[in-house]
């Protein structure tokens, strides 16, 4: 099983706005491959649910990796033991005089109001331990998935659970067939069409599983398994 990239939970996308259009002639398709009538309440909530999902999915591919923001704070950590041992680190050796002499030059002309001790160099050098515990702090919070952005594919998924509950509440069809490896020829679940046939309408690159009806009843499938830290749905018989 390949590995999952990690990624940082923020992303930014520029100059994007989400659209969806799906007209009566649309509804006429889906409604035939579904084989129900969809009522206008429901229309509209799985148009609402699809435009969600394609503002929200534009977000994954422009997700950071952990990697970054971890190479980031490793090097203040770094900047700032260096600035720490500068200061504090002071031998006995005959280069003394001549830095304690460049300290006091440097401190007759270091003016900052967030300094008001005497020596405003080894408060700063002081400044350095707590951004050292904060770099240290910042990187366990990094090497904790739970607070990861949502991995690649799981807007879809998110998508595919939020269309199952509408059907569920104006009492559509739901179930997925789990035997496709058992039949020569697959006949798609109507809740297997009905994703089938909207994905036909966003953008082809966040549609998935659309080599086979096949492939696409196994993603929803997996899409609605329980998650960690969830309570489990009971899938519906078919």
Not at 24 to 43: C, F, H, L, M, N
Not at 92 to 109: I, N, Q
Not at 111 to 116: A, K, L, N, Q
Not at 130 to 140: D, T
């Amino acid at each position: 099983m390949p590995k999952v990239k990690r990624t940082i939970p923020i992303a930014t996308v520029s100059g994007r706005d989400a659209e969806l259009s799906i007209s009566t002639d649309d509804w006429k398709r889906i409604e035939s491959s579904y084989g129900q009538d969809v009522p206008e309440i429901a229309r509209k909530e799985i148009h609402g649910a699809t435009l969600g999902f394609l503002l929200f999915v534009a977000f994954e591919p422009a997700r950071r990796p952990v990697s970054e923001s971890r190479d980031r704070i490793s090097r203040l950590k770094e900047v700032a033991g260096a600035f720490q041992k500068a200061v504090f680190d002071n031998p006995h050796d005959e280069g003394k005089v001549s830095r304690t002499y460049a300290d006091h030059l440097v401190r007759a002309h270091f003016e900052d109001t967030r300094f008001r001790d005497p020596d405003p160099i080894r408060s700063l050098g002081l400044v350095m331990t707590s951004l050292i515990v904060a770099c240290n702090q910042a990187l366990a919070d990094l090497d904790d998935p739970k607070k990861d952005g949502p991995p690649k594919g799981e807007t879809w998924r998110s998508w595919v659970r939020h269309l199952t509950k509408i059907a569920e509440t104006h009492q559509l069809p739901t179930p997925v067939r789990k035997d496709t490896d058992k039949s020569a020829v697959f006949t798609p679940s109507p809740f297997v069409a009905l994703i089938r046939e909207l994905q036909a309408l966003i953008p082809e690159a966040y549609r998935q599983s659309t080599h086979s009806d096949s492939a696409l009843s196994e993603a929803i499938v997996r899409a609605r398994r329980p998650r960690s830290g969830h309570k489990s749905r009971r899938e519906p018989p078919e």
